[in-house]
């Protein structure tokens, strides 16, 4: 009777403080809905459709690539171009330097507000992990390792900070966030997802819309957010065929990237859409289609997805932008008919880095030949002017210039500590043998070694200053995880470098930081995950001098670890952290205890993949499962 009473009043007590937690939980979602409802703009959206010719409507459901468009001079306004774009590595002619970014963002507003109605230009670009084309930017670590942290309110501010930093360049869209859900680690975007488990995403991808967008759409350190690729880009099958026309594609080869997703409808409800709800929940602007297929029809042009689910069912509000050239995919051997299923199906703004020209001449005609209904044309840029009004973008009192008064907080020692934090959060302790960690800051030497020990361009991976990133220093201001050492030990304390691991005889302690080389898209699309001959060798030339060996993985996915297991005395997985090496130090020594969980499963072997938490528990058998990471 007594103990029943007991768990009585604890189950009161439980509730309490379960009902306390969820109101201060439900705090930000409740923010986020201050927002305002996009179709609130509504009347004004109309008002201004109504004084456009059908050239112009055109115009702003084309989207060409800066340099592009700027190449060709007058274009902006012989088009009515209403939005650009820079891709992966379309970048001002002179540099890649905050200035030289800035003026571009300001001589194409300066062009858009030459046609004849003046409506200024989105200008949208993929700010992934950071302001990530510019250089000084701070770069935060990968998606992939956000997840690690399962810390909404951190990556809300990392989104506030990015947009920050956007900003001070004048940009105001960014092709972010990823709210894929990978399921198979072999393919090349699986560090853009922030887990291979829909709730981390669905979590996650929300603080994010939440953290670029900020409360009010039209708060000058705002800037809007693309959910991306909808839908079931992450659960693609591997198919092999030599891909023409792709980086890399002339041989036969293993390829995930923009392949076919064979689910029901339940299933990709269940697994790969939950993101794109909370997303919309959270008031994202805009959305882009996937290049992949769902059981063979391109997501691109399905009604199914684009208008019956997203716009009908889940009430979303603002504008698709079609992927880099996919609207092409749907039927490569006939625009016209690309074009014509894409917008049918519910695209409202398209992609056409090169092509524009086409792109707007052949949805003139469809229109005027009635292939493509004029209502349609006019949902389509109803839901851009939205976007563009939510944003203040058509107040004529404001001025069209970047705000350069932002430049001074741009990479600053500010962000520079957020992004740190993050790392630290992220990186997950996969074996502690013998408690070798925490390091003594005060050993009388540490040998650290491997490709990625002093290499920026590793620790920041794809989608950095170069579509495909660059190894070796690709933009300055980090911080390498040989230099953190160095900065994070005594006086008295040498650290030896070398890359391959030798030379480390006499040394107390050994670090090994090895993993992948940056690529972005199809071209990381892998099928032995493996550690290369030389990460091997370099931590066999460390455990070799008979010293303690820490092995550090710097990756964009779970590597096969096998053959090093048994010689690294400690593991930790870092994923792709950015610029901020510190964030490592301050674990490695002690300052901080890890806290990271695996977003993805850790296979044992390259036979077991695909391997994710969606798959018969009877298959599944990792070598650490997702949630894994222990602590000091
Ligand atoms: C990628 C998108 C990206 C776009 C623009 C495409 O290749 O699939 O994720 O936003 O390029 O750079």
Not at 246 to 258: E, H
Not at 440 to 461: E, F, L, P
Not at 491 to 505: F, K, L, P, R
Request: charged share 20%; hydrophobic share 40%.
């Amino acid at each position: 009777m007594k103990k029943a009473r007991i768990s009585h009043i604890s189950l009161i007590c439980l509730v309490l403080i379960s009902l306390i937690f969820v109101s201060c939980q439900s705090q930000a979602p409740e923010q986020a809905q201050t927002i305002k409802g996009f179709k609130a703009f509504d009347a004004k959206a109309k008002e201004i459709l109504s004084q456009m010719t059908l050239d112009e409507k055109i115009g702003q459901m084309t989207q060409p690539e800066q340099d592009k468009v700027l190449g060709n001079e007058g274009d902006m306004q012989k088009y009515f171009i209403g939005s650009v774009l820079s891709g992966g590595d379309s970048d001002p002619i002179k540099d890649n330097s905050l200035i030289e970014w800035t003026n571009l963002y300001d001589r194409v507003q300066e062009e858009a507000l030459k046609t004849r109605l003046k409506i200024p230009a989105l200008y949208g670009i993929d700010a992934v992990h950071g302001h990530s084309n510019v250089l000084g930017a701070v770069m935060f670590p990968h998606n992939i390792a956000l997840g690690c942290t399962r810390d909404p309110e951190l990556v809300e501010r990392i989104g506030r900070i990015t947009a920050k930093e956007m900003r001070a360049t004048g940009i105001h869209w960014t092709f972010a966030p990823a709210v894929t859900v990978p399921q198979d680690i072999r393919w090349g975007r699986t560090y853009e997802g922030f887990s291979e488990d829909p709730e981390i995403v669905k979590t996650l991808g929300k603080a994010m819309v939440m953290g670029l967008q900020g409360t009010d759409l039209s708060d000058p350190l705002s800037v809007v957010a693309c959910a991306k690729h909808y839908a079931g880009d992450g659960g693609t099958e591997a198919t092999k065929a030599p891909r023409p026309g792709f980086p890399g594609g002339d041989v036969t080869r293993m390829w995930l990237d923009q392949g076919d997703t064979k689910v029901d409808e339940a299933t990709l409800r269940r697994i790969h859409l939950p993101g794109y709800v909370t997303a919309i929940e959270a008031g994202v602007g805009t959305i882009m289609p996937s290049y992949s297929t769902w059981n063979g029809e391109r997501c691109s042009g399905s009604k199914r997805l684009l208008t019956e689910i997203l716009k009908e069912e889940l009430g979303f509000d603002g504008f698709l932008i079609s992927d880099y050239n996919a609207i092409r995919q749907i039927n490569p051997m006939n625009l016209k008919e690309s074009i014509m299923i894409s917008i049918n199906a519910g695209m409202d703004m398209a992609m056409e880095p090169g092509g524009y020209r086409e792109f707007f001449d052949i949805l003139k005609a469809l229109v005027e030949e009635g292939s493509v209904p004029i209502a349609r044309i006019d949902d389509a840029v109803t839901r851009i002017l939205r976007v563009k009004l939510a944003m203040g973008l058509m107040d004529d009192t404001k001025t069209h210039k970047a705000d350069r008064s932002l430049h001074n907080a741009f990479g600053s020692p500010e962000h520079r500590a957020v992004a740190r934090e993050a790392v630290r959060k992220s990186l997950v302790l996969l074996k502690n043998d013998n408690k070798v960690l925490p390091l003594s800051k005060t050993s009388a030497r540490i040998h650290v070694a491997g490709k990625s020990a002093d290499n920026i361009g590793n620790q920041c991976g794809g989608w950095t200053i170069r579509w495909q990133g660059q190894t070796g220093e690709v933009t300055p201001g980090g911080t390498t995880v040989l230099s953190a050492v160095k900065a994070a030990v005594s006086n008295e304390t040498e650290v030896t470098h070398s890359i391959d691991g030798t030379g480390a005889e006499g040394a107390a302690l050994g670090i090994a930081v090895v993993g992948e080389l940056p690529y972005a898209e199809g071209v990381g699309d892998r099928e032995d995950l493996s550690l290369d001959e030389g990460d091997v060798a370099t931590i066999n030339n460390m455990k070799k001098a008979g010293i303690p060996v820490v092995v550090i993985v710097i990756s964009g996915r779970p590597m096969i670890v096998n053959d090093i297991l048994p010689q690294a005395d400690a593991l930790v997985a870092a994923f792709l952290p950015g610029t901020e090496g510190q964030g490592i130090t301050d674990v490695l020594f002690g300052d901080f205890s890890p806290t990271g969980k695996l977003s993805y499963s850790w296979p044992r072997s390259n036979a077991e993949l695909p391997m994710n938490i969606n798959m018969p528990t009877e298959k599944y058998n990792p070598l650490f499962p997702i949630g894994y990471g222990l602590s000091y």
